[in-house]
Nanobody
Framework: QVQLVESGGGLVQAGGSLRLSCAAS????????VGWHRQAPGKQRELVAG???????NYADSVKGRFTISRDSTKNTVHLQMNSLKPEDTAIYYCKALDIWAKNYWGQGTQVTVSS
């Protein structure tokens, strides 16, 4: 059973930065894609950033130019570098991985709070 564990969330002032990490129990390069999703109170969960097996990345328009997703094969970890944070980035951030059998795995989430 694949396990994903997020870390790195916290409280930061607007304009600050955080780096989220998603540690997988298996090689992150084995996944079809890995994404960071977020869910704010009263809102639907949305995709923030994703990276596929070939290394191609995609981002929500709201975070383009501010967030960067990357993989670290040595640590089986996917990172989300978040810069120029805004209060509207406040949410629980989840890591999701899709394997080659079309099964999704989710982490437990990490809270990000951006104060104005």
């Amino acid at each position: 059973q694949v396990q994903l564990v997020e870390s790195g969330g916290g409280l930061v002032q607007a304009g600050g930065s955080l780096r989220l990490s998603c540690a997988a129990s298996t090689n992150v390069f084995s996944f079809v894609n890995v994404g960071w999703h977020r869910q704010a109170p009263g809102k639907q969960r949305e995709l923030v950033a994703g990276i596929n097996s070939g290394g191609t990345t995609n981002y929500a328009d709201s975070v383009k130019g501010r967030f960067t997703i990357s993989r670290d094969s040595t640590k089986n970890t996917v990172h989300l570098q978040m810069n120029s944070l805004k209060p509207e980035d406040t949410a629980i951030y989840y890591c999701k991985a899709l394997d080659i059998w079309a099964k999704n795995y989710w982490g437990q989430g990490t809270q990000v709070t951006v104060s104005s």
